[in-house]
């Protein structure tokens, strides 16, 4: 049973920074890519960052682009979400994603509020 279990999610001022974490279990990192997507109340979920586990391929929203590093420790089976430099409107619930194939697999949320 392929599991992602997601945390580090807190309140935090504006200018500051988390680190989000997803540990997977149940795959191999090889041939997925890990993603965190994030929704905020009333709005849709949109897709904040990915990394491709076999070369290490990174992409991020435009929103996100220079602030949030994703990186992957295939060793633990974890990707990180570093996010710096945070925003009242980085404020959502983020959820980590992995995608081998045709399979989707979703981890529970961890909310993460930014103060002005």
């Known amino acids: 049973e392929v599991q992602l279990q997601a945390s580090g999610g807190g309140l935090v001022r504006a200018g500051g920074s988390l680190r989000l974490s997803c540990a997977v279990s149940g795959l191999t990192f090889g041939n997925s890519a890990i993603a965190w997507f994030r929704q905020a109340p009333g709005k849709e979920r949109e897709g904040v960052a990915c990394?491709?586990?076999?070369?290490?391929?990174?992409v991020y929203s435009d929103s996100v682009k220079g602030r949030f590093t994703i990186a992957s420790d295939n060793a633990k089976n974890t990707v990180y979400l570093q996010m710096n430099s945070l925003k009242p409107e980085d404020t959502s619930v983020y959820y980590c994603n992995a995608r081998i194939g045709w399979d989707n697999y979703w981890g529970q949320g961890t909310q993460v509020t930014v103060s002005s």
């Open positions: 990394i491709v586990s076999d070369n290490d391929d990174t």
